[in-house]
């Protein structure tokens, strides 16, 4: 069964970084794409940005040039790193893993960035 397990959101003020994990069991992580999300409140959950198995990230164009994404194979853990972060960041988010056509997702951990 696969578990996501999200941390290291909080409360940080504008211009501030935060670096989220998010920790896969039940899989063989290294072979799955894995991505980060988010939802704000009253809007849709939106990508933030993806990493393949192997191959180029992709990062939504809000948050270039702000944040990276990677992943640790050996601790089964992928990251995202945020770094000047905007009140317009303020989020739950949420990690996923695709395997095939089934999408898993980690429960969120929250992000309010104040200005």
């Known amino acids: 069964q696969v578990q996501l397990v999200e941390s290291g959101g909080g409360l940080v003020q504008a211009g501030g970084s935060l670096r989220l994990s998010c920790a896969a069991s039940?899989?063989?992580?290294?072979?799955?794409?894995m991505g980060w999300y988010r939802q704000a409140p009253g809007k849709q959950r939106d990508v933030v940005a993806r990493?393949?198995?192997?191959?180029?990230?992709f990062y939504a164009d809000s948050v270039k040039g702000r944040f990276t994404i990677s992943r640790d194979n050996a601790k089964n853990t992928m990251y995202l790193q945020m770094n000047s972060l905007k009140p317009e960041d303020t989020a739950v988010y949420y990690c996923?893993?695709?395997?095939?056509?089934?999408?898993?997702w980690g429960k969120g951990t929250l992000v309010t960035v104040s200005s």
């Open positions: 039940g899989t063989r992580f290294s072979i799955y794409a």
């Open positions: 990493i393949p198995a192997g191959g180029s990230t």
């Open positions: 996923s893993l695709t395997v095939g056509l089934m999408v898993y």
